[in-house]
């Protein structure tokens, strides 16, 4: 998939953010941490702050981030997060509440909106 499209390309993205979901399931937060920052800084130069994958993607970091144990900034980030996908998505959509749960988001990108 990398070799047609460059790194920033949402499809990349999202495939990346697959990536990392796998990884943390399989049990490796850490190695998923690294592709999520990644994602998440990517995403946020080429997205809108209250884009639904952005959010998704800060709401999985968030969540590898409690897995281990770094903490630092992490209450002032989450709350950041909940105020931008309450004012994107509503306080009712899955996102908002997997941020409220301190949980992870699945991926829900439209692949039309390309």
Do not use: K, W
């Amino acid at each position: 998939m990398r070799s047609g499209l460059n790194e920033d390309h949402p499809y990349t993205l999202q495939c990346s953010v697959i990536a990392a979901n796998v990884r943390f399931a399989a049990g490796d937060p850490a190695a998923a941490l690294t592709t999520e920052r990644q994602v998440y800084d990517a995403m946020g130069r080429i997205f809108r702050e209250m884009h639904p994958d952005l959010l998704t993607a800060g709401c999985n970091l968030a969540a590898s981030r409690t897995a281990l144990g770094d903490v630092d900034g992490l209450v002032e980030f989450r709350a950041d997060l909940l105020a931008r996908a309450s004012q994107s998505v509503g306080r009712e959509h899955p996102l908002t509440a997997a941020i409220l749960a301190r949980g992870r988001s699945e991926c829900e990108f439209d692949l039309l909106q390309f």
